[in-house]
């Protein structure tokens, strides 16, 4: 059983940075696709970014790309979010998931359904 734990949250003003990482523990994410969701006060947790298991192929949201990084470090098992030029609209918990995948498929998933592990979420505040 695969345990997530996101960690780098914190307060930033708006136009800075912050790098989450989500650790995993109990087995390998090696053959992991991985994503970041985030959810705000009052809204639905929103598809942020997802990884193939070889870090091959990303996904991003219309609303983060060019601002957010998604990258991971297998042998360390861990996936991280790099957000830069943050906005105030970006405030929301942040999740990291994850769902096994045969190694033979390089893809990744967009959506909640899709991930079966989740992590307790790290909140972001961005401040105007």
């Known amino acids: 059983q695969v345990q997530l734990v996101e960690s780098g949250g914190g307060l930033v003003q708006a136009g800075g940075s912050l790098r989450l990482s989500c650790a995993a523990s109990?087995?390998?994410?090696?053959?992991?696709?991985m994503g970041w969701f985030r959810q705000a006060p009052g809204k639905e947790r929103e598809f942020v970014t997802a990884?193939?298991?070889?870090?091959?192929?990303?996904s991003y949201a219309d609303s983060v790309k060019g601002r957010f990084t998604i990258s991971r470090d297998n042998a360390k098992n861990t996936v991280y979010l790099q957000m830069n030029s943050l906005k105030p609209e970006d405030t929301a918990v942040y999740y990291c998931?994850?769902?096994?995948?045969?190694?033979?498929?390089?893809?990744?998933?967009?959506?909640?359904?899709?991930?079966?592990?989740w992590g307790q979420g790290t909140q972001v505040t961005v401040s105007s």
């Open positions: 998931a994850g769902r096994y995948v045969p190694l033979n498929r390089h893809i990744y998933f967009n959506t909640v359904k899709e991930y079966d592990i």
């Open positions: 990884i193939s298991w070889s870090g091959d192929r990303t």
């Open positions: 109990g087995r390998t994410i090696s053959n992991y696709v």
